[in-house]
């Protein structure tokens, strides 16, 4: 008993001096990603508040986590970056708190309001836009024969290309696409996903790849599968492909066309209390201001939200490079995009995720 | 015994089949790695075949088939791959040699009963590269994340110049990442404050409830044994949901009532949930333990005037020690290991190593955690080792065997 009443004392003389410096909880993706927001956000507002930040990497299950914390009445988070979709959902079921953009963000450095500088990437009340990023494919260049794959279609070429290729566990993006490949309009797409015989139609194009397919479920696999060599090709997030490509020195390559924009960006957890929430609005106002969501761009290639952070994007903090070129709204690259539809998903999800996972099962 | 078996040269119709046996199974590694393995198995049987067949029947000479074995192999692994090749066509060359005299000459039979049928002789053998086989697969896993640790590069991959020795290939920068950076060292710290936290309240309890329930006086102890061994048996999920909401509610109770620190109770929690997965492996071993423990020594004990505390300390304690031991070294372990609990109870703020490992692996593939796990391994095994040490020191001084 005298060695657990001392082994207490000594948990309490290790935890005590945490607790005097006031502490928030930032939930994100972890990875490259991660460490871009330490590097422009959580670093410089330590430093200028005082304020201790401990990165939980939790993003990928923040819905259901917040749904059980909610029901446990103990929110043990402060601040968590989830994508337009989750952000809407936790929105719709009262998990996340609204947020008003004039008020309760900083406006533009000349004066545009808050509001009008993210303009309709305000998808959500209660989601603050951060990055636009591209899920989009890469290759490797040195297994893909002497053409390199230019457009999209090639993904479901088998005899041009070869090879394994990795493609997201979900049907999301990959129904799209397969459409797309399969001779409908790029303007039908939607309304033909809407009907059953559209969903076979997408389904019966992935058949046609199936067996050549390796499924990934986290943003880390396909980088990892090109650089083994394990697939030609593959989709993740730009981003990803960027570190794999100029930081890693990979022989991979992007492959733009059709790639699908979406957004990422910050909520607030409802049932806070009134301190806790308070730094948390404090630190979204910080972190989402026009330098700091350029500042973000100069450690991965993801594009900045707010219109006038735009202008600012400038070099990779360590490579030297930059980053414009490797922005998926660069001109360039963005010559054919595709826009997350987030009403179309939000309302037939659950339904072509369940057709899609029995198609997977077979 | 051994010895004096006698040994004789075998016919080539048992030789030749199963050196071309042997001879197809490395043809067919090499021909599945080039996407042929029918024809790799083929050529691999027919070559071998026709090597040994050249060395028992024209050449007649063991020295000399040992030496071009070696440097036949050796070259012919040098232009399939480079200095590695060649390192493995050594070991093949003389594995190839050794194999085909071994059976020629019959040495195989020279350490065995004379009497053994061929049946037997086949099964002796048999057995030990299963057993073999059975020891590669435990160790093959933890053995080759060892070498992928000291990757240059950040992924999971054996590099062209890993496998050519180069020095550029190899870097300490993961092993670097692990101790300058932030969230590691704070998942470290955090699973070192747990581990032994949890460690000593598992024993505590696990020990005083194992004596308590090898008492014969005690009502219903199967049904208390079950309930306690219970967090052992119901799958891990669904411990850790109930857990969650249970402790929510300890948590908010502390917080709100008592006024405690959040973090403080955060560490509380998590302590008593892995301090709960820990109680039964106590019990289980302490228990066992127990049943060769004779109880007349307690009743001497007090009959020369010992309190039962005195008893228990002076008595019982040292003769249960490793019992109690081993079981501590199970809940430590359990605890340190446990990643499911603690994703579910703890918050950011107790973030474990496995917790840490757990979402790097999923969203940056990153080898610092092969680097994390090859130190876990070498400090599990100086443990581990040290326990044994102590074990028999403790014996030696006692007068028993060192076992």
């Not at chain 1, 993003?59 to 009445?73: F, I, P, Q, T, Y």
């Not at chain 1, 952000?87 to 004039?102: T, V």
């Not at chain 1, 059953?196 to 790849?209: N, R, S």
Request: proline share 5%; net charge negative; aromatic share 12%.
């Amino acid at each position: 008993m005298k060695t657990k009443l001392t082994a207490l004392a000594v948990t309490t003389a290790l935890v005590a001096p945490a607790a005097i410096a006031e502490e928030m909880t930032i939930v994100s993706w972890g990875g490259a990603y991660s460490k871009s927001q330490l590097k422009a956000y959580h670093e410089p507002y330590s430093e200028k508040t005082g304020v201790t930040i401990l990165n939980d990497d939790s993003s990928a299950e923040a819905v259901a986590k917040l749904r059980a914390m909610d029901e446990a009445g103990n929110v043990t988070w402060d601040v968590v970056d989830v994508v337009a979709a989750d952000a809407m959902r936790l929105c719709d079921e009262g998990l996340a708190m609204e947020i008003d953009a004039d008020t309760q963000l900083a406006a533009a450095p000349d004066g545009t309001s808050a509001s009008e500088d993210f303009g309709d990437l305000l998808v959500s009340e209660c989601f603050i836009p951060q990055i636009v990023y591209s899920t989009t494919f890469g290759y490797r260049t040195d297994l893909v024969g002497d053409t390199a794959p230019t457009e999209i279609c090639s993904v479901f070429d088998l005899d041009a290309y070869p090879g394994k290729r990795s493609l997201e566990k979900r049907p999301i993006n990959n129904m799209e696409w397969a459409l797309l490949c399969d001779g409908v309009a790029k303007d039908d797409v939607y309304d033909v996903l809407a009907t059953p015989e559209g969903q076979d139609q997408a389904l019966a194009k992935l058949d046609t790849i199936k067996d050549s397919v390796i499924w990934w479920s986290a943003g880390a696999d396909t980088p990892q599968l090109l650089a083994d060599g394990e697939v030609i090709m593959g989709s993740t997030y730009n981003g990803r492909l960027f570190s794999v490509i100029e930081e890693q020195k990979q022989p991979v390559a992007m492959l733009w066309d059709a790639q699908v924009f979406d957004l990422d960006g910050w909520i607030i957890p409802a049932g806070l209390s009134d301190e806790r929430k308070a730094r948390a609005l404090d630190y979204i106002m910080f972190a989402t201001d026009t330098q700091r969501l350029a500042d973000q761009a100069k450690y991965i290639s993801y594009g900045p939200a707010r219109k006038s952070s735009a202008p600012l994007v400038g070099q990779h903090a360590e490579l030297g490079i930059d980053m414009a070129p490797h922005m998926p709204t660069d001109p360039e690259n963005a010559k054919n995009t595709f826009l997350y539809n987030y009403e179309f998903w939000a309302d037939y999800r659950d339904d072509i995720d369940a057709k899609f996972q029995a198609w997977l099962a077979k | 015994m051994a010895a004096l078996t006698p040994i004789s040269r075998k016919p080539l119709s048992l030789v030749l089949p199963c050196i071309a046996a042997a001879g197809g199974l490395l043809g067919l590694f090499v021909g599945t790695a080039k996407d042929q393995s029918t024809l790799g198995v083929l050529i691999g049987a027919a070559l071998v075949a026709a090597l040994g067949f050249f060395y028992i029947a024209v050449l007649k000479n063991e020295q000399m088939a040992k030496w071009i074995s070696i440097v036949l192999f050796a070259g012919f692994g040098f232009f399939a791959g480079g200095i590695p090749g060649v390192v493995l066509g050594l070991i093949f060359g003389w594995l190839f040699y050794w194999f085909t005299y071994w059976l020629y000459e019959g040495r195989y039979r020279a350490r065995l009963l004379p009497y053994l049928t061929p049946g037997q002789v086949l099964w002796h053998y048999g057995f030990r590269v299963i057993c073999g086989a059975i020891f590669v697969f435990l160790i093959t896993p933890i053995l080759v994340v060892m070498p992928l640790s000291f990757n240059a590069e950040d992924f999971f991959t054996f590099t062209p110049e890993m496998l050519q020795f180069k020095a550029e290939g190899y870097s300490l920068k993961h092993y670097q990442d692990f101790f300058s950076n932030n969230e590691w060292q704070r998942s470290f710290k955090n699973s070192l404050i747990i581990a032994p936290i949890a460690t000593v309240i598992s024993v505590s309890l696990g020990t005083l409830a194992a004596i308590g329930l090898s008492q014969s006086h005690v009502p219903g102890k199967r049904a208390i044994m079950a309930i306690m061994i219970s967090p052992m048996i119901v799958p891990l999920i669904i411990s850790a949901t109930g857990m969650f909401f249970f402790y929510s509610q300890i948590g908010n109770w502390l917080e709100g009532t008592l006024g405690l620190d959040k973090n403080f109770v955060g560490y509380i929690k998590v302590v008593l949930a892995h301090a709960v997965l820990g109680i039964p492996f106590v019990i289980i071993t302490v228990t066992a333990t127990l049943v060769g423990f004779d109880h007349s020594l307690t009743r001497a004990a007090a009959n020369m005037g010992a309190n039962p505390v005195t008893t228990f300390f002076r008595v019982q304690m040292p003769l249960i020690l490793p019992g109690v031991i081993s079981g501590g070294l199970f809940a430590f372990i359990t605890s340190f290991d446990e990643v499911v609990v603690v994703l579910f109870v703890g918050s950011a703020s107790q973030k474990t190593l496995p917790w840490q490992m757990f979402t790097g692996l999923r969203e940056q593939i990153s080898p610092t955690i092969l680097a994390v796990a090859t130190i876990l391994v070498g400090i599990s095994i100086l443990l581990l080792a040290t326990v044994e040490m102590l074990r028999r020191r403790s014996e030696r001084l006692r007068g028993l065997s060192p076992g």
